[in-house]
Structures are given as C-alpha cells and as structure tokens.
C-alpha cells in the first residue's frame, strides 16, 4: 500500500516514476479523510495548498534526475506549533485559535526548499504542555493502536499520524518527552535533538533552555534524512551552535560490535511496567547479539530531574507565555472591559486551558520575589549535577539504554485531573532535556495488550549519528518497526 | 501551603482572571506539584553553579546590519483589533483611581 512506504521507499517510488508526488499526495489525503475521524491526529488539513506544493515537486523531481533531496515530493505534517505562513498556527489554544502566522519557521523554509509537501498541522497539548493531548483546545488524539487509549503528547498528533500511516513524516518538538514518548506509545521512531542542534525560529517557545525540534518518522533512516534536512546554525536562534552538521545516514547499517552500552540501574527500578521492562530487557539481549558490551552504570541525580523540570520549565514558561495578551495577535475579550488589565485578565482567562493556567501560576511564583533563590535558582544547580551525571557516565560507556515510558499508553481520562501523576509519565525522558542530550526512540516489542513499548537510546552532546547507528542497528535486527495498528 | 488569597495574588501578577470556585481548584493542585519540588531542598548543591544554557554558548551576537523581516502591514495584520494611523488602539492603560 502506498502509504505504508518509509520516506526512503517513497523517494524511490517517484525517482522511478512509479507515482507522482500528486498521486502520492492524493492518496495521503484519502488516507486521513477515512483514517482521521477516528484518530483526531490533524487539526488543519492544507489540500490545496499540499496539492500545489506536490506539483511543483513534479516538476523539481523532473529536472533533477537523481540529484536534489530524498524529502521531494514526499508528503509530511508538522505540529501545529511551528509557524508556516498564510496556514494557521493555533499551538492547540483558544488564546491563537486564528492565527495566520505572516512568515515560516526556519524548518519550515528548510524543509520547503527542498520541495517538501505539507498536508496540514497536527494536534498537541496546548502550548506543548501535556503527555496525553488531552489538553488540547481542539480534542484528544487517539492512539492509532487502541482508540480508548492517549497517542501520547504533547507531539500526540505527530506521533499518530505517523503511526497510522497518514503521513511519511512528522515534525515534532520535544522539552521534557514530547516526541519521545508519543513515538514510543504508538510505535514510530522519534528523534530528540541535542540542544541547539535544529533552530527554533519560528517554533512558539514553550521552555526556552529545553526546548528542542526533532523528527517522527516511520524507521531511523528516515530520522537520519529529516534531521539532515533540518539541522544546523541558523542566525535567527542564537542557540544553535557552529558545530558541523555531520552526513547522518553514513554510518547506517555499520556494526555496533564492540560498543559500549550502559544500563542506568535508575530507569529499571520501581515504577515501571513489568511489561515494558520485559520489552526493554528482550532488546537489550538483542543488543548484546549484536556485538555490543552491556554494563550497568548509575546516574544519582536522576530521581531530582521531574522535580527541576517542574521549576525551571513552569518558571521560563510563565515568561515565554506573557507576550499572548490578545494585542498584536491572538482574540480579543468576548466581553466589554473598562482598561487595559481588565483586557489581560480577560483575554488570558478566556484564551489559556487549565493546565497552562496552572503552569504560569507556579512559574509566577518561583520566579517571585523571596521564592527565587529557594526554587528556580536551586532547581538550575541541581541541574548542573543532573549533567555531570550524564558527563561522567558517558566516559565510561559510548550510549545509554532505557525504557522511553515507564507504563504504555494510558486511558484517555485517566490522569487529566491529576497532574502530578501525569508529570510522572515523562520521568524517564525529562533528564535528556535537562542534560541537552540528544534521544532517540525506537519501537522495541508490544505488551500483552497489544500496546507498543520503545526503547530509548541516549547519546552525549552532538552524537546524533551514534545513536541513529544503534538504533538502525537494532532496527535492522529486529521487525517491531513493521508491525501496522490496522487501521 | 498556597492559601487561596496567595493562589488571588499570583492570578493578579500572572495577569490570568479567575472565575468563581479556581482560585480553590488551583489551590489543590498547585500544592500538591510545590510538595513534590520541595525535595530538590534535600540535594547538597554547594560548589554547583546554576545551568541556564546547557552547550555552554555565551554572548551571541549578530553582525550588526539592517535586514527585512516581515513587512509592517503583515504584522498588523495578524490583530484583531482597530489599527489606526498604522499602530494598534488598545483600551486605556492610565484610568481614574
């Protein structure tokens, strides 16, 4: 079926005329007209506008013979975070539900010069902030693999889409999980970049010292041709380093024989799903197979990470949050207000779901006067110790492993109330972001249920070729990643 | 513990309007994430400095040139409120005490 193909194989499809980019595209937008009513995964479908994008990749594929991008031509969705031009962009909330950005983010500048075909965008939890998108201003997305089941968040409509075959790729951002762990609970592969490492410009902040943009793609050789496509400086983000973008999909396939894998006893202890531990240690056996050595190490400050993570990222959040005030962008009161801050209150109240209220108001006071020193200033410093962990495992072992989620999909209801116990889905992923260490998950084996399970393998600063090479390695071992929801 | 006035004078500096009955819903809620992050008190953090920026980038600066962005029509554009005389009219900042 066509729109089973990997980026990899559709690319070779339209290199050898097999289908066009408008066949292809069409036939995407078939798919999530019967699929997507029962997944929720798009919330602005572009038919017109992917449609022109698709002619106009014929015609590039026509000249260009074998030279020019794999991504040409070949059909994706971002979240509906990332700024496209004359599209909406709602981030999920009420507060921008109309939107229409007037310029692009750079990935997506990037990734549209290489002639790639936007379908439309994809839901989230509001502003990024939610592991379920059941925060969502725009309602949940079902998991592709049990429909009573969360997709995941806060990249929920991503991960789905993806998943569900309703598009070759997905874009993605990621501060505390939000890509991970989607992919991980519907079974696609997701790629969490190194701080810094793709520009942010464009993208609407959530946690600016966490946030990351990343692909969600059907196998790791497709992460490798989406990050190729999307990494590196860009004078627009201050934060992305002149660090040189290596060719990711080079050393795909190589041998991990002889590599050095470390098991942090902290991600396998109490908490976790018998299950998903089961899945995890059936891969790491894999992973031996392979040649590489396994050992287990330790990462103490592990246990503090949710902890700095609900400091530092409500306190950068309520900051980020503060230019939606309904004046240059965003709706207006929908009753009369007498002054200016009666508008704010108005606006804000009206425009931001529960969970976001609750974030600004924690960030509000840890960020207050006498609160400082005690929580945000703490949390950063507990979070230098939280890298040196991860700088010092890493000079006794080349890459970690450990489980994305501690418990597969969850029931849709089942934690939105309680947020403490939906911040804890994320344990095992927040710490990358803490550390800025790029991860990546991979589909590593289905529950009794029938639920997937990923595999999560860290790497140090800029090592996103390593770990795309164990993943491909285990990939390639394994046939997880072609398992289909059957929907 | 967050009281429910405190929880008032966050809402004011946040600039987020309550409704009826949040201030306690939030209340709960909130005290109970605050619960949680008191055990960051517990780590020994003398000697570690604060982390802000993770790759250890400082000082970036860009050249210093004029480049076009966005248009000013474009950007005003995207407001749902009046613009007159090429800028947008909000409600009265300074009102009668």
């Known amino acids: 079926m066509m729109h089973e193909l990997t980026i990899a194989q559709a690319s070779a499809g339209l290199r050898k005329k097999e289908f066009s980019s408008v066949e292809l595209t069409k036939h995407m937008l078939e798919r999530i007209n019967k699929v997507d009513p029962q997944v929720n995964a798009f919330v602005t479908l572009t038919e017109d506008f992917a449609l022109s994008q698709a002619a106009d990749a014929d015609r590039t594929l026509e000249k260009s013979e074998n030279g020019g991008s794999l991504l040409c031509g070949v059909p994706m969705g971002l979240k509906d975070i990332f700024n496209t031009k004359g599209v909406k962009t709602t981030c999920c909330s009420q507060i921008i539900s109309d939107f229409v950005p007037p310029y692009d983010a750079t990935v997506v500048s990037k990734l549209t010069g290489l002639g790639s075909v936007m379908l439309g965008k994809l839901n989230m939890d509001e502003f990024a902030c939610g592991s379920s998108t059941e925060h969502s201003a725009f309602g949940v997305t079902k998991n592709p693999w049990d429909l009573s089941r969360v997709a995941g968040g806060s990249s929920g409509g991503s991960a789905a889409a993806v998943a569900a075959d309703m598009a070759y790729y997905a874009l993605g951002t990621d501060t505390g999980g939000s890509i991970r762990q989607p992919a991980s609970l519907c079974s696609a592969v997701g790629l969490k970049v190194t701080y810094g490492r793709v520009s942010r410009s464009g993208v609407t902040a959530m946690a600016s010292s966490w946030d990351s943009v990343g692909p969600l793609t059907k196998t790791v050789q497709d992460a490798a041709l989406v990050l190729q496509a999307i990494a590196g400086m860009d004078k627009r983000d201050s934060t992305t380093p002149n660090v040189p973008v290596p060719d990711y999909s080079k050393n795909l396939g190589e041998s991990i024989k002889g590599l050095k894998i470390g098991l942090p006893k902290e991600y396998f202890g109490e908490g976790i799903d018998k299950e998903v531990e089961k899945a995890l240690r059936v891969a790491i056996k894999q992973l031996e197979d392979l040649g590489a050595q396994v050992k287990e190490v330790s990462l103490p400050y592990t246990k503090y990470a949710v902890a700095v993570y609900y400091v530092a990222m409500p306190a950068e959040l309520s900051a980020n949050l503060a230019r939606f005030d309904g004046i240059r962008y965003g709706s207006k009161p929908s009753g009369d207000v007498k002054d200016m801050i009666d508008y704010y209150y108005q606006v804000r109240s009206e425009g931001f779901g529960d969970e976001i209220k609750r974030r600004i108001m924690i960030g509000t006071y840890v960020l207050s006067a006498g609160y400082y020193d005690a929580y945000y200033k703490k949390a950063q410093k507990v979070r230098t110790l939280i890298i040196r962990d991860f700088e010092n495992v890493f000079k006794e072992v080349d890459c970690l492993v450990t489980p994305v989620s501690p418990i597969p999909a969850f029931k849709i209801g089942e934690k939105v109330d309680s947020p403490l116990s939906m911040y804890l889905a994320d344990v095992f992923t927040i710490p990358i972001n803490c550390a800025g260490v790029p991860a990546l998950s991979v589909p590593c084996g289905f529950t009794s249920d029938n639920l997937p399970v990923g595999m999560q393998i860290i790497g140090p600063q800029f090592r996103e070729d390593l770990i795309l090479k164990v993943g491909s390695a285990y990939e390639q071992a394994t046939e997880w990643h072609k398992s289909k929801p059957g929907l | ?97």
């Open chain 2, 1 to 97: 513990m967050l009281s429910k006035k405190e929880i008032e004078h966050i809402a004011v500096l946040a600039r987020l309007g309550l409704k009826d009955g949040e201030a306690e819903k939030f209340s709960g809620q909130l005290n109970s994430i605050l619960e949680y992050v008191k055990q960051l008190e517990e780590v020994n953090t003398d000697g570690a400095t604060a982390t802000s920026q993770v790759t250890g980038l400082e000082n970036v600066s860009r050249e210093d040139s004029v480049s076009r962005f966005c248009y000013k029509d474009e950007l005003l554009a995207t407001t749902e409120l009046p613009v007159e005389r090429g800028q947008i009219k909000v409600k009265p900042v300074i009102t009668e005490l």
